[in-house]
């Protein structure tokens, strides 16, 4: 039995899968377009080190004085500065790179202008003055025992005697 032909000789299946392929094309024509921006597709990659900057705000956060609800406002106006100044970066045409994602070559790092941009809107937590004298006196009790240390072993000469 032959096939009915439906237009120019192709059957309604053949007419299908010739449409599908065309959109298919079409589709692919339009996402290359986009993809491919106006200055040739070239985007800028920069480096940031996200997880210092989360980090040291927040050893700052436990140091301070605040207590715990005020530490969780503050941490979490803290996060959403950061992120819209990051989403900023992206919308600007960079592309941001966490700095642990950079193997090798040269990107440049916007931690600092990230940082200071982050610092400008959200204060920094104040160290709570207790904190402060902990540490002062856990930096006196180490270099007692490192000068006990040197002492012991020969007053910096590597513990070597002869």
């Known amino acids: 039995m032959a096939a009915k032909r439906a237009f120019a000789g192709l059957?309604?299946?053949e007419i299908a899968l010739l449409a599908a392929a065309a959109a298919i094309f079409?589709?692919?024509a339009w996402v290359t377009k986009n993809l491919v921006s106006?200055?040739?597709g070239r985007q800028e990659f920069v480096q940031l080190q996200l997880q210092g900057i989360i980090g040291e705000y927040l050893q700052a956060q436990a140091r301070s004085s605040s207590d715990e609800q005020t530490a969780a406002q503050e941490t979490a106006v803290?996060?959403?500065t950061l992120d819209r100044t990051v989403a900023g970066l992206s919308k600007s045409g960079k592309v941001v790179?966490?700095?642990e994602a950079v193997i090798g070559g040269e990107?440049?790092?916007v931690t600092q202008s990230v940082k200071?941009?982050?610092y400008a809107k959200v204060p920094r937590p104040q160290i709570a003055q207790a904190s402060i004298d902990m540490q002062q006196t856990q930096d006196a009790r180490v270099e007692q025992e490192m000068q006990a240390f040197m002492?012991?072993?020969g007053g910096g000469q590597g513990g070597v005697q002869q």
Do not use: Q, T
């Open 11 to 13: 059957s309604p299946r």
């Open 26 to 28: 079409i589709w692919g």
């Open 38 to 40: 106006e200055d040739g």
């Open 78 to 80: 803290f996060m959403a």
């Open 97 to 99: 790179l966490v700095h």
């Open 107 to 109: 990107v440049p790092d």
């Open 116 to 118: 200071a941009a982050v």
């Open 151 to 153: 002492a012991a072993n």
